[in-house]
């Protein structure tokens, strides 16, 4: 059983924008920590940003602070990835994921992966240059 659900992932040119949603259950989303991921071809899945639902806490990996922004939609047990600025290394799929209790910072490392017990199917974003 599928719990979480992403979607949102396509192909754009490098500069363009693409938004990323990830909708679970309440039981999952509410007080824990979710995060996004991704992993590129022939790569170890990485950290790209976290959020702690229900308090103030994001973190994001350096190679994405400026361009994405992680956000929540308490009401759909929904958060989204805002992807702005697109460049070809940003091309992977994207995993949405969460684990119980508070966030670490992300250091865009398969470390980041740490505790996260559940994960979605992935969605594909491709960049071209």
């Known amino acids: 059983q599928v719990l979480l659900v992403e979607s949102g992932g396509g192909s754009v040119q490098a500069g363009g924008s693409l938004r990323l949603s990830c909708t679970t259950t309440k039981s999952i989303y509410s007080n824990n920590c979710m995060g996004w991921f991704r992993q590129a071809p022939g790569k170890e899945r990485e950290g790209v940003a976290v959020?702690?639902?229900?308090?103030?806490?994001?973190d994001y990996a350096d190679s994405v602070k400026g361009r994405f922004t992680i956000s929540e939609d308490n009401a759909k047990n929904t958060v989204y990835l805002q992807m702005n600025s697109l460049k070809p290394e940003d091309t992977g799929m994207y995993y949405c994921?969460?684990?119980?209790?508070?966030?670490?910072?992300?250091?865009?490392?398969?470390?980041?992966?740490?505790?996260?017990?559940?994960w979605g199917q992935g969605t594909q974003v491709t960049v071209s240059s």
């Open positions: 959020a702690a639902i229900g308090g103030v806490f994001t």
């Open positions: 994921a969460a684990k119980w209790g508070g966030c670490n910072r992300v250091t865009g490392s398969p470390q980041d992966r740490t505790g996260f017990a559940h």
